[in-house]
């Protein structure tokens, strides 16, 4: 699976962008999808994660309430709807895939783990400013 991930820019504190990750290959609908992103200067930190079919989402609490991923499995795409954004959200965007497709239930820390994802996109940049 190779990811594209696009839909980064530059917005003001309170505006909304969303991000998009296009996946190549058959498998798609059978990975599970993340969102991670990384601040400068900072480690990766996990945005949110899709189950396969999309019915099921766990978050960050950092973005819950304003971040909303979906997916479409027809078009191979995953989203990353945000909005009320503030500087603390300016970093490098990643999505990533877990092949395994086995949904974590409740399980933040395995959902959020970078091991438990076997792809990842080359990052979008995402810059709020005030």
């Known amino acids: 699976v190779q990811l594209q991930a696009s839909g980064g820019g530059l917005v003001q504190t309170g505006g909304s962008l969303r991000l998009s990750c296009v996946a190549s290959?058959?498998?798609?609908?059978?990975?599970?999808m993340a969102w991670f992103r990384q601040a400068p200067g900072k480690g990766r930190e996990f945005v949110g994660v899709?189950?396969?079919?999309?019915?099921?989402?766990i978050y960050a609490d950092s973005v819950k309430g304003r971040f909303t991923i979906s997916r479409d499995n027809a078009k191979n795409t995953v989203y990353l709807q945000m909005n009320s954004l503030n500087y603390e959200d300016t970093a490098v965007y990643y999505c990533?895939?877990?092949?395994?497709?086995?949904?974590?239930?409740?399980?933040?820390?395995?959902?959020?783990?970078?091991?438990?994802?076997?792809?990842w996109g080359q990052g979008t940049q995402v810059t709020v400013s005030s």
């Open positions: 990533a895939a877990d092949q395994r497709g086995i949904w974590y239930g409740s399980n933040f820390y395995y959902a959020s783990k970078e091991g438990q994802y076997d792809y």
């Open positions: 290959g058959r498998t798609f609908s059978t990975c599970i």
């Open positions: 899709i189950s396969r079919s999309g019915s099921s989402l």
